[in-house]
């Protein structure tokens, strides 16, 4: 819950997802759900030479399960926001 | 060292007592990340920043010599989500 909430966060922000097959698509977060599948519009390819195919997609979906990193711009996140959420959700859920 | 264990009561403590310092993440794929933990969840989905990744590529060399090589690629990311399913392990203090 807590990184969907932060993807929510980065929508419209340019962001590079890496997925699992070393494609990496650049492109403005449109949309997240608690899946982690994204909503990619205006895409790029970063290495058009290896994936001429995908020359022709604009926009797209990508399921969560093929994701394995997304960079994202470091000033649109706050740090020290992060550990005091992941400290208050580990509390709520490690407690009993 | 003595005091850490008493804190660390199941695995994850060990992850939190992690955020933000500097920690070693294992992935599949041969590939390895070292860098600051900001947040995690359950399926340690993590956010770091000020990633160093390595990527070791082993390419088997032809039989009669048996012996492989190994080459590694570093890159650097500002800022980056790992998704849970790839980690391995999480280590803290990475150097």
């Known amino acids: ?96 | 060292m003595a005091d850490l264990s008493a804190q660390v009561q199941e695995p994850f403590d060990l992850v939190r007592l992690s955020l933000s310092e500097r920690v070693f993440v294992k992935l599949k794929g041969e590939r390895s990340l070292v860098g600051v933990l900001h947040a995690y969840d359950g399926h340690m989905n993590m956010i770091m920043s000020d990633v160093e990744e390595t990527i070791l590529l082993v390419e088997p060399e032809e039989e009669v010599n048996g012996a492989g090589t190994v080459q590694t690629v570093k890159r650097q990311l500002e800022m980056l989500f790992v998704r849970g399913d790839s980690v391995i392990l999480v280590s803290p203090g990475a150097r």
């Open chain 1, 1 to 96: 819950m807590l990184i969907f909430s932060v993807f929510k966060t980065l929508t419209d922000q340019v962001v590079t997802v890496e997925l699992k097959n070393d494609l990496c698509i650049t492109g403005t977060l449109k949309s997240v759900d608690q899946f982690l599948n994204i909503r990619l519009d205006k895409i790029s390819v970063v290495d058009p030479e290896r994936y001429p195919h995908m020359m022709a997609v604009k926009n797209c979906f990508i399921r969560g399960s093929v994701v394995r990193y997304v960079q994202i711009p470091a000033t649109a996140v706050d740090t020290q926001l992060l550990e005091d959420a992941t400290r208050r959700e580990h509390a709520s859920t490690h407690k009993r």
